[in-house]
């Protein structure tokens, strides 16, 4: 963490920008100035989304940030369009609960159960987000979103480790979920809307696409393949 | 009211593997076939395709290939005296979905279970005595010997292309090989798949040791290869994407590209999809089935299908919830340990590892196939030495890469934070560079574990779900134990610049994370109505022209994946309908 204080300069210059035009509800700012589209702000963030709200977007981008922060491997986790990922992950089949059972009753159970809840992905994040702000609110005076940089790392951590009280709600289970969906959307191929330029692949030499290698599997054997990675689009 | 169809000779519940081979079989013997598909059909050529197959989101994470929850799940508890909850996701197994089944998404490997395997009770019985096996451990024999299935075991890695080198030809020991395997009667289809360095190092360690490790037998052909059906499976990319997948090269053996296309060329076979079978129509009193009842999922009508022969082959948990529905057989009760539906439900020990970082290895982890792997036997079944041990069965030692798609695969030395500048230097840092060593353990069933139906969750059709009661127990936790030391030794023998802990079976089961989709049991063989369901042809004792194929019909799990045996299985049952049972309707086997 010591030696990337040029990268979290620009991160918080671009963070900062964000709050002032709009995109991340603080909530003093968002009383005081109505919410305006992100376009022409240094964020690549695309100006609308398919199911966020701007709130929503903000804290994903918030949590993005800390858990893939911009250094000398990749730019920040929504440089790199993970909240966009997420944004049509949650507008998809799966984010509306797709192949997901969702009969009654519904009960409290150790996590070897497996989720037990009646909500859709979608809106798990949805009444997470609601819980965690609150949490943070409490806690910590602010929305999760226009807290320091520290400040978000400690949240995230206290969610992690199972320390933050939310409320109607596990901090644990939602840490995860992000977590998950977050490594999803940085992993995933590009054509998802993360991993932008094939950045995480690129940071640890993974080549994507097209995955022929009986004929190369000898001659590499012990040695690094090296090569830049292809997406699904490259191919299509 | 469900509409009466025409009489066929034969139905089958599911096409996947078995339902496939045995359509194919009976259509080959003149009997008109009906196959009935719950999901849809699939074409390799357009499902399977490039660039859309490399997809690691959309066939690892979002299951695309795997079956719905939504229509049908099962509900989950670990000891009687809890209740249930549904499982709303699949995790710790994956069902497969549609025409192929699980034999679209597998992985390949392709194993004969060894010639103990077929004789679990009474080997032990011979070689430690009867105390040596616990009063709730209600293992069982095989209804056939290693011997009488090795032709159909032989037949099936013929259909398949196995790749994987023999370790015993005929009785002679092949170092290599697996020298423990049964004698074999003839080599594996296809040589070997390319070892990456890692199992090659592994190998190393484990000659060093006095160990025999060989490579993982696999359907993952090596080689261009035309089966005993005239069709040609092509050569395996190794494009680390196989597991969860389709193959767009047709190399990896399942029931489109080796059976399926000869079984739509015969007018004798129709494929009915979108074809959910809800019910058997069974008479007790005759002790015969007359046909099933299904639903057509795009109409929502339903009919009743009269055949003179009905073949469950369906996964595990339809075969028995089927019987279930049905009111076939009496369920099995463990508190009087009365009744055979749902007995000795086992599963397998998974999860077990250790992950090894080398900081001046190159392994490249996102090339090679599941049969990219070096595995060793000497810790498997009995295999080794139980006498002081205190545990029976074993676990498979395997290394290798070839699943090094990143959402998944992003191994870092313990310690190391889950995100942040620190988890990413370290994945970047080690993403090449480890290396894991895992074991696949047998389970040997428990009084205490089997299946039944919930009687609160409910599927699409208003049917009970399927209650699955199970745990690991005492034998699971001193196999992990042991077979891990062994692990261990081995690992620390490499010389890793950084060893990581050992990942052991310990505490309650989790149905959330993979394991394996190594399910078993529930309609077992036997040699005895009252401790089995169907007898050594896989014919039902209740009724005489119900047929249960698959691994719900064996009596417990081994180390090994099950597709081998189940695939001999299915020839060998179909070879005693067509010779036997159509010559004279009736048991095959009297008790």
């Known amino acids: 963490m010591a030696d990337d204080s040029l990268p979290r300069r620009r991160f918080l210059l671009r963070a900062s920008t964000a709050v002032a035009a709009g995109l991340t509800p603080a909530v003093p700012l968002a009383q005081t100035k109505p919410a305006a589209p992100a376009s022409g702000t240094a964020s690549s963030e695309p100006e609308s989304f398919l199911v966020l709200t701007s709130g ?32 049509r992950q949650l507008a998809s089949a799966w984010g509306g609960g797709a192949k997901m059972y969702r009969g009654g009753p519904f009960r409290k159970a150790r996590p070897e159960y497996g989720y037990q809840l009646s909500l859709t992905p979608k809106e798990f994040f949805s009444a997470g987000i609601v819980a965690a702000n609150a949490w943070t609110r409490k806690t910590m005076g602010k929305d999760f979103d226009a807290l320091a940089p520290q400040d978000r790392i400690n949240a995230l951590k206290a969610l992690e480790d ?12 939602l840490f995860e979920a992000l977590l998950d969906i977050v490594m999803e959307g940085f992993f995933a191929d590009p054509m998802y809307g993360g991993n932008k330029d094939k950045v995480a692949w690129k940071m640890v030499g993974f080549p994507g696409l097209p995955a022929l290698y009986k004929n190369l599997i000898v001659q590499f054997r012990g040695k690094k393949y090296d090569v830049d990675p292809k997406s699904i689009a490259d191919f299509s | 009211m469900a509409t009466k169809l025409k009489e066929v000779d034969a139905v089958m519940v599911g096409m996947g593997w078995t339902g496939s081979i045995m359509a194919r079989e009976l259509t080959k013997a003149g009997l008109t076939v009906v196959g009935l598909e719950r999901g849809g059909d699939i074409k390799p050529s357009e499902h399977f395709a490039m660039p859309a197959v490399r997809d690691e989101l959309r066939f690892s994470r979002r299951l695309e290939l795997i079956q719905d929850p939504a229509m049908e799940t099962l509900t989950f508890r670990h000891r009687p005296s809890e209740s249930a909850l549904p499982m709303r996701r699949f995790g710790s197994f994956l069902p497969g979905d549609g025409v192929g089944g699980a034999g679209n998404h597998w992985g390949g490997h392709t194993w004969r279970y060894l010639p103990t395997d077929h004789a679990t009770r009474s080997h032990i019985v011979q070689r430690y005595g009867a105390k040596a096996i616990p009063a709730d451990m209600p293992i069982q024999d095989w209804a056939m010997s290693y011997d009488e299935l090795e032709p159909y075991y032989d037949k099936f890695e013929k259909l398949c292309g196995v790749a994987g080198k023999a370790g015993n030809l005929r009785g002679r020991k092949i170092d290599g090989g697996n020298v423990f395997e049964g004698p074999r009667q003839s080599e594996f289809p296809t040589p070997p798949l390319e070892q990456n360095l890692s199992g090659l190092m592994f190998a190393e360690t484990a000659r060093e040791l006095g160990y025999h490790p060989f490579p993982r037998p696999s359907s993952n052909c090596s080689r261009p290869y035309t089966n005993i059906e005239g069709l040609t499976l092509g050569a395996c990319q190794l494009c680390g994407y196989c597991d969860r997948n389709g193959c767009e090269a047709n190399a990896k053996a399942g029931p489109h590209v080796c059976v399926l296309p000869r079984l739509r060329e015969d007018a004798r076979f129709e494929m009915r999809t979108r074809s959910w079978v809800s019910r058997l129509v069974y008479d007790k009193a005759a002790k015969k089935v007359a046909g099933v009842v299904y639903t057509d999922t795009r109409s929502g009508e339903e009919y009743e299908q009269p055949a003179g022969i009905v073949v469950l082959s369906a996964y595990v948990f339809g075969n028995v919830s089927l019987l279930l529905h049905s009111g076939i057989g009496e369920q099995y009760d463990p508190a009087t340990q009365r009744g055979t539906v749902g007995k000795n439900y086992c599963y397998q020990l998974s999860r077990m590892g250790v992950t090894m970082f080398f900081e001046d290895r190159n392994f490249n982890p996102f090339m090679g196939a599941p049969g990219t792997q070096m595995v060793i036997d000497d810790f498997d079944a009995d295999n080794f030495d139980h006498g002081s041990l205190g545990f029976l069965g074993g676990a498979i030692i395997t290394c290798g890469h070839g699943d090094g798609r990143p959402i998944s695969y992003r191994p870092t030395p313990a310690g190391t934070p889950r995100w942040g500048s620190a988890w990413k230097k370290a994945t970047a840092r080690w993403y090449q560079h480890a290396l894991n060593i895992s074991l696949s353990g047998s389970n040997y069933a428990n009084r205490h574990n089997y299946l039944d139906l919930d009687p609160t969750y409910k599927d699409q059709l208003g049917r009970p779900l399927l209650r699955m009661t199970y745990n690991f127990v005492d034998n699971d936790y001193k196999l992990s134990e042991y077979c891990m030391s062994k692990a261990v030794q081995i690992a620390k023998t490499m010389k890793p610049t950084i060893l990581g802990e050992p990942r052991l079976r310990r505490g309650d089961y989790d149905i959330v994370p993979y394991q394996s989709t190594h399910n078993t049991g529930g309609t077992i063989q036997g040699t005895d109505p009252k401790s089995s369901v169907v007898n050594r042809y896989l014919q039902a004792w209740d009724a005489h022209n119900l047929f249960i194929m698959g691994a719900s019909t064996f009596p417990q799990q081994v180390a090994y994946n099950p597709t081998g045996p189940l695939g001999a299985m299915t020839y060998w049952s179909s070879e005693a309908i067509v010779n036997r049972y159509l010559r004279s309707p009736g048991p095959l086997v009297h008790a």
Do not use: H, N, Y
């Open chain 1, 56 to 87: 929503e977007a903000a804290f994903f981008s918030a949590v993005a940030d800390s858990m893939i922060p911009a250094d000398e491997l990749s730019p920040s986790g929504t440089d790199c369009g993970v909240v966009t990922f997420i944004d």
């Open chain 1, 162 to 173: 199972g320390r933050a009280q939310l409320t109607g709600i596990s901090g644990k289970q």
